[in-house]
């Protein structure tokens, strides 16, 4: 069986549409570093956003997991996806 190593472009592209899909937030306002309390997000769209980020790659972040940026997000599901792979 061959593995398929995860394209993390791919899963940039679909975690800012979740982010923009959750939030009234436009595409154009996220960077990948930003924190996104910082662009009005408050605790219940952050968890908000964990939940549709797990059920579409189908994971669980745990609490203890720091995500308050795109990348923290990003890397996590990107971390979590060649672990699935190997």
Sequence with gaps: M?????DIQA?????MNIITSVTNL???E???DQDLARLGLDILDVVDIILEVEK???L???DE????TVDDFVNYVYV???KEAS
Aim: aromatic share 10%; charged share 10%; proline share 10%.
């Design 2 to 6: 061959q593995n398929i190593i995860p």
């Design 11 to 15: 899963i940039y592209n679909e975690v």
């Design 26 to 28: 436009k595409t154009t």
């Design 30 to 32: 996220l960077q990948k």
């Design 56 to 58: 579409t790659y189908q």
């Design 60 to 62: 669980t972040i745990p």
């Design 65 to 68: 997991v720091p995500v308050y």
């Design 80 to 82: 979590q996806s060649l």
